[in-house]
């Protein structure tokens, strides 16, 4: 929850390619206050059956900006180990195109800020939402 000295972060991961949201991927949480200075790690989360870390820890009064940090490489892993189980004969390279997913973005004190990730395989896209 954001007071009038901080603001609030919030997150959702969906996988576009299964249509599903994105279960226990594990997020990290970054501040900072001011372009140069340094990033200090708050903690983590990772998401729950309907893809939303629901836990992330509060920022410090402060704070200008905000990184989110997806390690997406074990939930794609483990997806396609289990899609193996279930066809081996559609086996593909096992190579992650992107292992984790940074996304940083500016904070204002007061606001909340939800920021959805919408994860594929090859690609992903992030927005502002509500």
Same mark, same amino acid.
């Given at each position: 929850?954001?007071?009038?000295?901080?603001?609030?972060?919030?997150? !959702?991961? *969906?996988?576009?390619?299964?249509?599903? +949201?994105?279960?226990?991927?594990?997020? !990290?949480?970054?501040?900072?206050?001011?372009?140069?200075?340094?990033?200090?790690? *708050?903690?983590?989360?990772?998401?729950?059956?309907?893809?939303?870390?629901?836990? *992330?820890?509060?920022? +410090?009064?402060?704070?200008? !900006?905000?990184?989110l940090d997806f390690a997406v490489e074990p939930y794609f892993e483990k997806k396609q180990a289990d899609a193996q189980q279930d066809a081996p004969a559609n086996r593909d390279s096992g190579a992650v195109f992107f292992p984790e997913v940074a996304i940083t973005f500016a904070v204002t004190p007061g606001e909340h800020y939800h920021v959805p990730l919408l994860l594929n395989p090859f690609g992903y896209s992030v927005y502002r939402g509500s």
């Open positions: 929850m954001s007071t009038s000295a901080t603001a609030s972060v919030s997150t !959702h991961i *969906l996988d576009t390619s299964a249509g599903r +949201p994105a279960r226990g991927v594990a997020v !990290h949480l970054l501040a900072r206050s001011g372009r140069e200075a340094d990033w200090q790690a *708050l903690g983590g989360s990772a998401t729950d059956a309907d893809g939303r870390c629901k836990d *992330l820890p509060a920022l +410090p009064e402060g704070t200008t !900006h905000v990184r």
